[in-house]
């Protein structure tokens, strides 16, 4: 993740309306990537991206410039998609996106860019049997590939959690890719 200026937090602390823009604009990928895949629902994403640029501006006053950026609004963004996924109905993987795993795990080009349904189908079908606690540290370590102590900022669970959390999901993805026939023993 691109780090942010301490000087540019400041200027937003300070109300600075430009220097919010280009912290939006570095940011907001990477907040949609992750509210992507947990929320496995794009317009949803969306308005977790919105919600976290609105909370983030909200409350700069109170950002410590000592701690590393890209974890506070994480941390955000991760709150609110677990807000979410609770007020949402479990998402329950549509007929299609078994089908959509397959054809994915039986393409051979490994160059192949995925579009945001057929990742959402992907995350859909392997996330779920996974707790909302396993999804986000599964999410934040493997799809993200942030570390386990900042996953233990971010989410504050501490780092045998993570780690537990993080073994079990693998375990879990593993046994389904392997059901789906993916991946041999």
Not at 94 to 100: A, K, N, Q, T, Y
Not at 125 to 153: A, D, I
Not at 155 to 179: F, P
Request: charged share 30%.
């Amino acid at each position: 993740m691109q780090q942010t200026d301490s000087d540019i937090l400041i200027r937003c602390q300070h109300g600075d309306k430009a220097a919010f823009r280009s912290v939006v604009k570095t940011h907001q990928r990477i907040v949609f990537s992750l509210s992507l895949k947990m929320l496995c629902d794009e317009e949803e994403a969306k308005d977790v991206v919105q919600e976290t640029f609105i909370r983030m501006w909200q409350s700069i006053r109170e950002y410590d410039l000592r701690r590393p950026f890209s974890t506070w609004i994480y941390t955000i963004a991760t709150r609110l998609c677990l807000d979410r996924l609770k007020s949402m109905n479990r998402i329950v993987p549509l007929p299609d996106d078994e089908s959509v795993l397959r054809q994915f795990a039986a393409n051979a080009d490994s160059h192949r860019k995925l579009e945001n349904s057929e990742w959402v189908a992907i995350v859909r079908m392997l996330s779920k049997r996974l707790s909302e606690k396993q999804r986000l540290v599964f999410t934040l370590c493997q799809l993200e590939g942030l570390s386990s102590q900042e996953v233990t900022h971010i989410t504050g669970m501490d780092t045998k959690q993570v780690k537990s959390n993080l073994y079990m999901a693998r375990q879990t993805i593993r046994k389904q890719l392997k059901a789906l026939g993916y991946g041999q023993d």
